[in-house]
């Protein structure tokens, strides 16, 4: 595969639909110069949800592990194991993203997958940097959604691997769904050669 044929799977989750926040989220990706090539909105089912953010036990582990590590470094009291920890925070994450629709989609582009997280930001919009997506649309944070048990609301998700994107593709679409064709800026962004462009 071409570097600039990756794809990544972006959802905007549910706080993002219900802030009417679809087009101009959208319209960052667009402008960014990535191609949309599969699009859906839907409302998960539970089922739907846990298959997306449970691609394998351990990454409950591995989720749990992360935010333990994020309470010590915030001098927050550990109660809980890794697993526990994990297993509650995939429940908050399955019950928001099936609670109101989401936007699905799949966006391809030069290593698609890095400059879509570039452009979404990091996790916590507490921590995400002004000029993201998360950084500029919203404002939880881990403490906030604590303190009401739920989901942190980050509006968007984006792959983060290349075995990520194409499992995550192929929980939200079918192959007939994602389309391959041509897109008449992808020539200035790959294929135009500067030098001749005047003649
Ligand atoms: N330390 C944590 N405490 C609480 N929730 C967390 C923590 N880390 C992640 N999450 C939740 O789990 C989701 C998935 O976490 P992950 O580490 O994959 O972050 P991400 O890749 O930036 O986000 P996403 O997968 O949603 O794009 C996050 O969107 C967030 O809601
Ligand atoms: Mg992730």
Known sequence: MKLHEEKTLVL????????????EIIGRFEKAGLKIVALKFVLPTKDQAYKHYVKNEAEIIALGQRSIEGQKRSGIEVKTDPKTQGQEIVNKLVKFLSSSPVVAMVLQGNQAIAITRKLVGSTEPLQSAV??????????????????????RNLVHASSSQFDSEYEIKAWFTKEEVVDYKNVRDKILYDVNFDSIKE
């Open 12 to 23: 905007l989750k549910p706080d993002a639909v219900q802030r009417n926040l679809i087009g």
């Open 131 to 152: 000029g993201t997506i998360r950084g500029d649309y919203t404002v939880d944070s881990y403490a906030l959604a604590d303190s009401g048990d739920r989901a942190v």
